[in-house]
């Protein structure tokens, strides 16, 4: 099983849907949790971090739910410009702070 | 935010030469860099965790003796692509963790350097 799994996609979507995306981590000492995007031929860039009680930024809203694993990102109001490619990141250990990303899914936005 | 910077940001060069390719942390100190090798259409794969002072620790697959990191100061770590074979081709990214505050855990990612080994 791998450390960080996600499904790639991609998701096809038209502007304006609502869209999410889940992840799961195998590690249970895993200490933090990112959203990155990252487009194409670009480097990643974070979107928002996780919170336990769940955060959200304008139209993207991220929830950690620790007893299953898995972490959210749903996206609203979706535009053009949400297409790229949304990676899921998780901290773990302690001191050295592993990352590990996971393979990252593909979102295209259609008019 | 903070910034990393990258450079070169393109590099093509002949089969057996060696490339070297800087990561900067310019506006704070970085104990902690970590370089990326990212495929077409493929995840990012750590590499290597670089750390000031002290030797590369390198992931499993990962050939030291072919990648060279240095991180000589808390600004700057360097990957030096030995021999490079064309099968080496591809997007090197480093990154810069932050240590403190709302940004602790947060890694800043540089721009990238395309590789292409004719």
């Known amino acids: 099983r791998k450390e960080v799994e996600q499904d790639p996609g991609p998701f096809n979507v038209p502007e304006g849907a609502t869209v999410a995306f889940n992840c799961t981590y195998s590690n249970s000492a895993s200490q933090s949790f990112f959203w990155y995007r990252q487009d194409c031929r670009k480097e990643p860039k974070l979107l928002m971090s996780?919170?336990?009680s769940g955060n959200e930024d304008g139209r993207f809203t991220a929830q950690l739910n620790r007893a299953s694993q898995y972490i959210s990102l749903l996206i609203r109001d979706s535009k053009l410009s949400d297409s790229a490619t949304y990676l899921c990141?998780?901290?773990?250990?302690?001191?050295?702070?592993?990352?590990?990303f996971g393979a990252g899914t593909r979102l295209f936005v259609k008019a | 935010g903070a910034v990393v910077s990258q450079h070169p940001s393109r590099v093509i060069c002949k089969s057996g030469t060696s490339v070297k390719i800087e990561c900067r942390s310019l506006?704070?100190?970085?104990?902690?860099m970590f370089w990326y090798r990212q495929f077409p259409k493929k995840s990012l794969m750590l590499m290597a965790t670089s750390n000031e002072g002290s030797k590369a620790t390198y992931e499993q697959g990962v050939e030291k003796d072919k990648f060279l990191i240095n991180h000589a100061s808390l600004t700057l770590s360097t990957l030096t692509v030995t021999s490079a074979h064309p099968e080496d081709s591809s997007f090197y990214i480093c990154?810069?963790?932050?240590?403190?505050?709302?940004?602790?855990?947060?890694?800043?990612f540089g721009p990238g350097t395309r590789l292409t080994v004719l």
């Open positions: 990141v998780v901290n773990m250990g302690t001191g050295g702070f592993k990352t590990i």
């Open positions: 996780v919170y336990s």
């Open positions: 506006d704070f100190q970085a104990t902690t």
């Open positions: 990154s810069a963790r932050g240590t403190s505050g709302l940004s602790k855990g947060e890694q800043f």
